[in-house]
């Protein structure tokens, strides 16, 4: 995938600072009338969803990187080189204080009403699907259906070979799993490792999303981690209208149609019941 090209002035809306009540319904009622418009409505979402329901984000001021230090990014070389030995660490040694907080925030995270409205926007026909950039699987429990993880799922296991998912529910496996049912591959978490490649079958069916697209909808997105942020510039080459929302301006924001300073927990309802009228 290219590089992202330099930031330029965007051809559509200025963005939408934080007003009154009006001024907010405002934007919505505008993305509202884009969304009616379009015939295929992808959302795209980022580490901004999931701080909504306390999971901290990896990078910026409350970061878990910037309070523990960037971590190693050759996770997956050393899975691959050694599995069975790699779950056996897991289980023996101690855990990275970033990864202790994460996982506890991941098991006590429930969907807030941003989730939520998504699911009734796909149910609706307002959404036709979401690619989530997320792991921590409340897109799946707030009931989305045409849903993309491209990170993968805390709670599922995935073969390396095949790419057979099984799902874990609330079980934490504390040694290595079993070879694939399928093909007897290796076994590792759904979660994509730093180092390690999106899987094959998820990029590509985030990629037809994509390109089915004429309007995406990036929500809780700082655009900045690839290759994921890289689709949001292909469906804007390619002519798709991009909306975002997100509390901070962002790499996405040039390019934006209309790009309003909200968290997804405050406009995804009003957009919702706006569309709904």
Same mark, same amino acid.
Not at 22 to 41: C, H, M, N, P, R
Not at 214 to 241: F, K, Y
């Given at each position: ?21 009006e001024e907010l319904q ?55 080189? +050694? ?5 056996? *660490?897991?289980?023996?040694? $101690?855990? %990275? ?7 506890? =925030? ?46 993968g799922n805390r709670t ?43 899987? +094959? ?5 985030? *990629?037809?999303?994509?390109? $089915?697209? %004429? ?7 700082? =655009? ?54």
């Amino acid at each position: 995938m290219t590089s992202e090209p330099a930031q330029r002035p965007s051809s559509g809306q200025s963005p939408s600072p934080r007003g009154s009540e009006e001024e907010l319904q405002a934007t919505i009622d505008q993305i509202a009338a884009i969304v009616t418009e379009s015939d295929y409505v992808v959302g795209m979402t980022g580490a901004g969803m999931s701080v909504e329901s306390g999971i901290p984000p990896f990078r910026g001021a409350d970061g878990l990187w910037t309070k523990y230090g960037t971590p190693r990014m050759d996770g997956y070389s050393d899975f691959k080189k +050694d599995p069975t030995g790699w779950w056996n *660490r897991r289980t023996n040694e $101690k855990i %990275d204080a970033h990864i202790v907080e994460l996982r506890d =925030a991941l098991t006590n995270a429930e969907p807030h009403k941003g989730h939520y409205a998504l699911a009734e926007l796909e149910k609706q026909g307002s959404l036709q699907s979401l690619v989530t950039q997320n792991i921590d699987a409340l897109d799946e429990k707030a009931g989305l259906q045409n849903l993309i993880e491209i990170h993968g799922n805390r709670t599922k296991l995935r073969c390396i070979e095949c790419g057979d998912r099984v799902s874990l529910g609330d079980f934490v496996p504390l040694f290595a799993p079993d070879p694939c049912n399928q093909c007897g591959g290796v076994v590792k978490f759904d979660t994509v490792m730093f180092g390690e490649p999106i899987p +094959d079958d998820v990029m590509a069916a985030s *990629r037809a999303e994509i390109d $089915k697209a %004429d309007c995406v909808l990036a929500i809780g997105t700082s =655009a900045t981690v690839r290759p994921a942020s890289g689709l949001l510039w292909i469906a804007e080459a390619s002519g798709a209208t991009i909306i975002e929302i997100n509390p901070t301006e962002t790499k996405l924001t040039p390019i934006c149609e209309v790009s309003l300073r909200s968290t997804a927990g405050e406009a995804l309802p009003l957009l919702l019941q706006t569309l709904a009228i």
